[in-house]
């Protein structure tokens, strides 16, 4: 299971949707890995630590979405606000 990015990142000129963005792209791969992971083990243990941590990853975009969406909506009313 190989990463999905090929995009090299500019870290002097990104934005922070662009990193959040990113960021929870990277958290969805981690969960998919551990998921992956856990459907490939053989010993119960492993495979439930395997699957806490693809639910853990999964808590993780969930919260990076919900701090993307607020900034987008933060966005569009300072955006209004100035019309």
């Given at each position: 299971?190989?990463?999905?990015?090929?995009?090299?990142v500019?870290w002097n000129?990104?934005?922070i949707?662009a990193?959040l963005?990113?960021?929870?792209?990277?958290?969805?791969?981690?969960?998919?890995?551990y998921?992956?992971?856990?459907?490939?083990?053989?010993?119960?243990h492993?495979?439930r630590?395997?699957?806490?941590?693809?639910?853990?990853?999964?808590g993780?975009?969930?919260?990076l979405?919900?701090?993307?969406?607020?900034l987008?909506?933060?966005?569009?009313?300072?955006?209004g606000?100035?019309?």
């Open positions: 299971m190989e990463h999905q990015r090929d995009v090299t500019n000129d990104i934005s949707e990193i963005e990113l960021a929870i792209a990277d958290e969805e791969y981690a969960r998919d890995y998921k992956h992971a856990s459907d490939l083990a053989g010993i119960l492993t495979r630590m395997l699957l806490q941590l693809s639910e853990m990853e999964q993780h975009a969930d919260q979405r919900k701090e993307l969406d607020d987008q909506q933060q966005r569009e009313l300072e955006t606000m100035a019309d």
